[in-house]
Protein backbone atom coordinates (compact mmCIF):
# COMPACT_ATOMS: atom_id res chain seq x y z
CA UNK A 1 0.00 0.00 0.00
CA UNK A 2 1.50 3.45 -0.63
CA UNK A 3 1.58 6.26 1.52
CA UNK A 4 -1.15 8.22 -0.17
CA UNK A 5 -3.72 5.20 0.38
CA UNK A 6 -2.81 5.31 4.02
CA UNK A 7 -3.51 9.03 4.39
CA UNK A 8 -6.74 10.87 4.91
CA UNK A 9 -8.48 11.43 1.90
CA UNK A 10 -9.50 14.89 0.26
CA UNK A 11 -12.57 13.96 -0.45
CA UNK A 12 -14.68 15.80 -3.48
CA UNK A 13 -18.09 15.88 -4.17
CA UNK A 14 -18.92 15.61 -7.88
CA UNK A 15 -22.57 16.13 -8.97
CA UNK A 16 -21.98 18.61 -12.30
CA UNK A 17 -20.62 16.83 -15.20
CA UNK A 18 -20.08 20.65 -16.94
CA UNK A 19 -18.05 21.77 -14.26
CA UNK A 20 -16.21 18.44 -12.68
CA UNK A 21 -13.31 18.70 -14.92
CA UNK A 22 -12.46 22.30 -13.05
CA UNK A 23 -13.13 20.87 -9.59
CA UNK A 24 -11.09 17.80 -9.92
CA UNK A 25 -7.99 20.06 -11.87
CA UNK A 26 -7.59 21.83 -8.44
CA UNK A 27 -8.73 18.68 -6.54
CA UNK A 28 -5.51 16.74 -8.25
CA UNK A 29 -3.13 19.37 -7.23
CA UNK A 30 -3.85 19.46 -3.68
CA UNK A 31 -3.93 15.74 -3.37
CA UNK A 32 -0.62 15.05 -4.94
CA UNK A 33 0.92 17.11 -3.02
CA UNK A 34 0.15 16.34 0.12
CA UNK A 35 0.44 12.39 -1.00
CA UNK A 36 -3.17 11.77 0.24
CA UNK A 37 -5.82 9.91 -2.11
CA UNK A 38 -8.74 11.23 -3.02
CA UNK A 39 -12.34 10.43 -2.71
CA UNK A 40 -14.89 11.07 -5.57
CA UNK A 41 -18.46 11.21 -3.63
CA UNK A 42 -22.17 11.52 -4.58
CA UNK A 43 -24.53 12.01 -2.64
CA UNK A 44 -28.18 11.09 -3.59
CA UNK A 45 -31.03 12.60 -2.10
CA UNK A 46 -33.80 10.29 -1.13
CA UNK A 47 -37.03 12.20 -0.53
CA UNK A 48 -38.94 10.83 2.89
CA UNK A 49 -41.43 8.51 1.39
CA UNK A 50 -38.14 6.10 -0.20
CA UNK A 51 -36.10 4.21 2.45
CA UNK A 52 -32.32 5.31 2.48
CA UNK A 53 -31.95 1.25 1.62
CA UNK A 54 -33.56 1.86 -1.58
CA UNK A 55 -32.17 5.21 -2.78
CA UNK A 56 -30.29 2.77 -5.50
CA UNK A 57 -33.75 3.49 -7.15
CA UNK A 58 -32.88 6.92 -8.24
CA UNK A 59 -29.78 6.39 -9.25
CA UNK A 60 -28.77 8.24 -13.37
CA UNK A 61 -25.53 8.45 -14.77
CA UNK A 62 -23.53 9.64 -11.03
CA UNK A 63 -21.97 5.91 -11.18
CA UNK A 64 -20.66 7.23 -14.45
CA UNK A 65 -19.80 10.51 -13.39
CA UNK A 66 -17.95 9.05 -9.76
CA UNK A 67 -15.78 6.45 -11.83
CA UNK A 68 -14.77 9.45 -14.53
CA UNK A 69 -13.44 11.45 -11.71
CA UNK A 70 -11.05 8.45 -10.20
CA UNK A 71 -10.12 7.46 -14.07
CA UNK A 72 -9.12 11.37 -14.16
CA UNK A 73 -7.63 11.16 -10.89
CA UNK A 74 -5.51 7.36 -11.27
CA UNK A 75 -4.08 9.13 -14.73
CA UNK A 76 -2.33 11.78 -12.74
CA UNK A 77 -0.92 9.30 -10.42
CA UNK A 78 -3.45 10.09 -7.36
CA UNK A 79 -4.75 6.85 -5.68
CA UNK A 80 -8.84 7.85 -5.81
CA UNK A 81 -12.08 5.60 -4.87
CA UNK A 82 -15.29 6.45 -5.42
CA UNK A 83 -18.21 6.56 -2.91
CA UNK A 84 -22.43 7.10 -3.38
CA UNK A 85 -23.81 8.75 -0.13
CA UNK A 86 -27.32 8.22 0.27
CA UNK A 87 -29.10 10.66 2.42
CA UNK A 88 -32.25 12.94 3.21
CA UNK A 89 -30.19 16.36 1.81
CA UNK A 90 -27.12 16.92 0.47
CA UNK A 91 -25.37 18.92 2.82
CA UNK A 92 -26.22 15.80 5.00
CA UNK A 93 -24.46 13.67 2.88
CA UNK A 94 -21.52 15.98 2.18
CA UNK A 95 -20.42 16.29 6.04
CA UNK A 96 -21.40 13.07 7.43
CA UNK A 97 -18.62 11.39 4.62
CA UNK A 98 -16.27 13.21 6.10
CA UNK A 99 -16.67 11.46 9.26
CA UNK A 100 -17.84 8.18 7.53
CA UNK A 101 -14.46 8.40 5.18
CA UNK A 102 -12.26 9.98 8.02
CA UNK A 103 -12.07 13.10 5.58
CA UNK A 104 -9.13 15.47 5.87
CA UNK A 105 -10.33 18.05 3.96
CA UNK A 106 -12.96 19.17 1.50
CA UNK A 107 -12.95 20.67 -1.82
CA UNK A 108 -16.17 21.92 -3.07
CA UNK A 109 -17.67 23.48 -6.25
CA UNK A 110 -19.52 26.87 -5.60
CA UNK A 111 -21.78 27.61 -9.21
CA UNK A 112 -22.66 31.66 -8.12
CA UNK A 113 -25.12 33.97 -6.72
CA UNK A 114 -28.11 31.98 -4.63
CA UNK A 115 -31.26 33.19 -5.11
CA UNK A 116 -32.39 33.74 -1.74
CA UNK A 117 -30.55 36.71 0.51
CA UNK A 118 -30.51 35.05 3.53
CA UNK A 119 -28.34 32.06 1.93
CA UNK A 120 -24.86 33.28 1.67
CA UNK A 121 -23.24 30.51 -0.65
CA UNK A 122 -26.23 28.05 -1.31
CA UNK A 123 -28.40 26.21 -0.09
CA UNK A 124 -26.21 23.30 1.10
CA UNK A 125 -22.79 25.32 1.19
CA UNK A 126 -23.54 26.91 4.06
CA UNK A 127 -24.90 24.13 6.11
CA UNK A 128 -21.54 22.06 4.97
CA UNK A 129 -19.39 25.15 5.65
CA UNK A 130 -20.59 25.81 9.60
CA UNK A 131 -20.68 21.89 10.35
CA UNK A 132 -17.90 19.86 7.90
CA UNK A 133 -15.33 18.25 10.78
CA UNK A 134 -12.00 19.45 8.36
CA UNK A 135 -10.47 22.38 6.42
CA UNK A 136 -13.01 23.46 3.35
CA UNK A 137 -12.48 24.75 -0.44
CA UNK A 138 -14.62 25.88 -1.88
CA UNK A 139 -13.88 26.30 -6.04
CA UNK A 140 -16.01 29.53 -7.49
CA UNK A 141 -16.78 27.14 -10.92
CA UNK A 142 -17.12 30.22 -13.51
CA UNK A 143 -14.09 30.54 -15.88
CA UNK A 144 -12.35 28.18 -17.94
CA UNK A 145 -9.15 26.21 -16.76
CA UNK A 146 -5.90 28.15 -18.06
CA UNK A 147 -2.58 28.41 -17.58
CA UNK A 148 -1.77 29.19 -13.45
CA UNK A 149 1.40 31.78 -13.70
CA UNK A 150 -0.16 33.76 -10.52
CA UNK A 151 -2.10 33.38 -7.55
CA UNK A 152 -3.18 36.21 -5.24
CA UNK A 153 -4.01 36.20 -1.83
CA UNK A 154 -5.87 38.52 -0.17
CA UNK A 155 -4.50 39.19 3.70
CA UNK A 156 -6.47 40.30 6.62
CA UNK A 157 -5.29 38.09 9.61
CA UNK A 158 -6.67 34.80 11.44
CA UNK A 159 -6.48 31.33 10.36
CA UNK A 160 -8.94 31.16 7.08
CA UNK A 161 -6.14 32.98 5.19
CA UNK A 162 -3.50 31.13 6.60
CA UNK A 163 -5.08 28.44 4.88
CA UNK A 164 -5.59 30.09 1.97
CA UNK A 165 -1.83 30.75 1.86
CA UNK A 166 -1.09 27.50 2.52
CA UNK A 167 -3.34 26.36 -0.45
CA UNK A 168 -0.96 28.47 -2.90
CA UNK A 169 1.92 27.36 -1.47
CA UNK A 170 0.67 24.23 -2.97
CA UNK A 171 -0.69 25.31 -6.03
CA UNK A 172 2.02 27.33 -6.91
CA UNK A 173 4.36 24.51 -6.49
CA UNK A 174 2.56 22.54 -8.93
CA UNK A 175 2.45 24.88 -11.31
CA UNK A 176 5.29 27.04 -11.08
CA UNK A 177 3.71 29.87 -9.70
CA UNK A 178 4.09 33.49 -8.81
CA UNK A 179 2.39 34.36 -5.79
CA UNK A 180 1.22 37.66 -4.48
CA UNK A 181 -0.20 38.48 -0.92
CA UNK A 182 -2.51 41.23 -1.28
CA UNK A 183 -3.56 43.81 2.19
CA UNK A 184 -5.84 46.50 1.63
CA UNK A 185 -5.62 49.25 4.09
CA UNK A 186 -7.74 51.72 5.06
CA UNK A 187 -6.28 55.45 3.64
CA UNK A 188 -7.23 57.24 7.35
CA UNK A 189 -5.26 53.74 9.01
CA UNK A 190 -2.50 55.26 11.55
CA UNK A 191 1.43 54.45 11.16
CA UNK A 192 1.12 51.38 13.54
CA UNK A 193 -1.49 49.60 11.93
CA UNK A 194 0.65 50.08 8.53
CA UNK A 195 3.43 48.79 10.25
CA UNK A 196 1.04 45.39 11.96
CA UNK A 197 0.22 44.86 8.60
CA UNK A 198 3.26 45.26 6.71
CA UNK A 199 4.49 42.45 9.19
CA UNK A 200 1.37 40.55 8.70
CA UNK A 201 2.38 39.79 4.98
CA UNK A 202 5.88 38.88 5.82
CA UNK A 203 4.22 36.40 8.22
CA UNK A 204 2.24 34.92 5.58
CA UNK A 205 5.39 34.69 3.04
CA UNK A 206 7.16 32.47 5.88
CA UNK A 207 4.45 29.73 4.85
CA UNK A 208 5.42 29.93 1.34
CA UNK A 209 8.21 27.85 -0.24
CA UNK A 210 11.44 29.46 -0.64
CA UNK A 211 11.94 28.51 -3.93
CA UNK A 212 8.81 30.62 -4.75
CA UNK A 213 8.46 34.01 -6.48
CA UNK A 214 6.66 35.64 -3.59
CA UNK A 215 5.72 39.68 -3.49
CA UNK A 216 3.39 41.67 -1.10
CA UNK A 217 1.43 44.55 -1.60
CA UNK A 218 -0.18 47.29 0.76
CA UNK A 219 -2.85 48.80 -1.23
CA UNK A 220 -4.99 52.19 0.59
CA UNK A 221 -8.91 51.94 -0.05
CA UNK A 222 -11.73 52.23 1.32
CA UNK A 223 -13.45 49.67 -0.41
CA UNK A 224 -11.71 46.54 0.19
CA UNK A 225 -13.97 43.93 -1.81
CA UNK A 226 -13.63 46.29 -4.50
CA UNK A 227 -9.74 47.20 -4.62
CA UNK A 228 -9.67 43.34 -4.20
CA UNK A 229 -12.13 42.58 -6.78
CA UNK A 230 -10.24 44.83 -9.27
CA UNK A 231 -6.40 43.08 -8.44
CA UNK A 232 -7.96 39.79 -9.51
CA UNK A 233 -8.08 41.01 -12.73
CA UNK A 234 -4.65 40.80 -13.17
CA UNK A 235 -3.94 37.38 -11.78
CA UNK A 236 -4.98 33.36 -12.93
CA UNK A 237 -6.23 32.11 -9.65
CA UNK A 238 -7.55 34.51 -6.02
CA UNK A 239 -7.32 32.25 -3.08
CA UNK A 240 -9.01 33.62 0.36
CA UNK A 241 -10.47 33.15 3.86
CA UNK A 242 -14.19 32.95 4.44
CA UNK A 243 -14.08 35.01 7.02
CA UNK A 244 -12.21 37.67 9.13
CA UNK A 245 -15.15 41.10 9.27
CA UNK A 246 -14.99 42.48 12.31
CA UNK A 247 -18.81 43.89 11.40
CA UNK A 248 -19.74 40.51 11.39
CA UNK A 249 -18.27 38.55 14.01
CA UNK A 250 -19.00 34.63 13.76
CA UNK A 251 -20.57 34.73 10.11
CA UNK A 252 -19.72 32.03 7.98
CA UNK A 253 -18.18 34.02 5.06
CA UNK A 254 -17.87 38.04 5.25
CA UNK A 255 -19.27 40.00 3.00
CA UNK A 256 -15.39 40.24 1.62
CA UNK A 257 -15.24 37.26 1.00
CA UNK A 258 -18.61 37.27 -0.62
CA UNK A 259 -18.15 40.04 -2.98
CA UNK A 260 -14.74 39.10 -4.38
CA UNK A 261 -16.32 35.56 -5.11
CA UNK A 262 -18.70 36.96 -6.58
CA UNK A 263 -16.95 39.93 -8.60
CA UNK A 264 -13.70 38.43 -9.49
CA UNK A 265 -11.97 39.00 -12.71
CA UNK A 266 -10.16 35.08 -11.95
CA UNK A 267 -11.45 32.00 -10.52
CA UNK A 268 -11.69 31.95 -6.90
CA UNK A 269 -11.13 29.67 -4.17
CA UNK A 270 -12.65 30.50 -0.70
CA UNK A 271 -11.04 28.83 2.58
CA UNK A 272 -12.22 27.60 6.00
CA UNK A 273 -10.06 26.20 8.25
CA UNK A 274 -11.42 23.43 11.19
CA UNK A 275 -11.89 25.56 14.30
CA UNK A 276 -11.41 23.43 17.39
Known sequence: MSSAETKQPLIVPVANPETVDRLLDTGIDIARAQSRPLLAVHVVEVPPQVPLSEG????????????????????C??????????????????????DAYDGASLLMGWRGRPRRRDI???????????????DVYIKRIKYPTRTLDSILVPIAGGVHDELATELAGVLASQHDSSVTLLHVEHPEADERTHTEKAALLADRRELLPEERDVSEQLVESAHVAGAISDATTEHD??????????FFGRKLVGSVAQGVGRTAGSSVILTRRQME
Open 237 to 246: LTIMGTTRDP
Open 56 to 75: DQLLDDEPQLLEYAAEKARA
Open 77 to 98: DVPAETKLRYARDTATGIVSSV
Open 120 to 134: VLGSFLDRVLAEAPC
